[in-house]
């Protein structure tokens, strides 16, 4: 008897370092996100990876601290015009590849996943208007508080979301890599703490992307040709 959603690995549309992404085989809007078997992950020499591979249960530390930062930032914004810099989060559902975290899709017109920044970045694609939706997402997640703590290329991602069945404006989304997940959650321990993990995370991220970060006025801008 099948239970729950039946997902074909063959259809996984992003693969992260733990999870596999799937498109939900009934709803375009809304993505389904797996965990990857031990087997199957990436061979890390980090302390990350090494743990993964002893203790595999750690990972599920990684998705609590998603849901709980998820969570404390709806309760503490209920208005509904709040502009959520991150993905919306929808739960669990039950596949044949295991429990599924249901997330919204930021998505191309056509239902396919939007382009990450590390996508656009690589294929020096990044326009002035990509960058300017960046920033606003970067000034969003400074204004509110939130604490990422795994701000890489592939987890910004443009592309529009569904708004009671129609695409909203297009916008730069974090869609994964928030959360407090170090084992000493420096983050969450006050807003300066998590100011200066963000600093340090915004550049990173023009290291990685060949942006130019400006930490006066924590803004992006694209190098000169």
Known sequence: MTVGLTLNIAGIVARGVQRAVFLHPHDKSKLIKVLRAVEDLPRRQSFGGVMDRLFPNTRLRQIRKEYAEYMRVMLAHQEPDFASPIAHMYGFVQTNLGLGCLTENVMEPDGRLGPTLGAKAKAKTLTEQDVDLLNDTISRIYQNGIRASDMNPSNFVFGHRDVGGVLGPRECVLVDGFGDIHAIPV???????????????????????????????????????
């Open 187 to 225: 983050r969450s321990m006050a807003q300066w703490s998590n100011r200066i993990g963000l600093d340090d995370s915004c550049h990173r991220l023009a290291r990685n992307t060949g942006l130019h970060w400006d930490k006066a006025h924590r803004r992006f801008s694209l190098l000169p040709a």
